[in-house]
């Protein structure tokens, strides 16, 4: 019992480094092929959608992301 309650104990402090390594998508300017149409989005937006510019650290594709 004490090995299995020890062995949770580590899975989840691993857990609570990894999250609290992640970051937030990077916003990018992307665009139509068919439309020209453009967006910011995080995510691509599907098929159809090509980055144009980016990372963006806003969701209005205004500032772009500082370099690191």
Known sequence: MR???LCLL???LCLAVLSVQAK???????????SGAMICAANPPGEGWVPVDGPYADPQCQRL????
């Open 3 to 5: 090995h299995r309650f």
């Open 24 to 34: 937030p998508a990077p916003w990018r300017l992307w665009r139509s092929k068919t």
């Open 65 to 68: 992301q500082p370099r690191s």
């Open 10 to 12: 580590i899975a989840s």
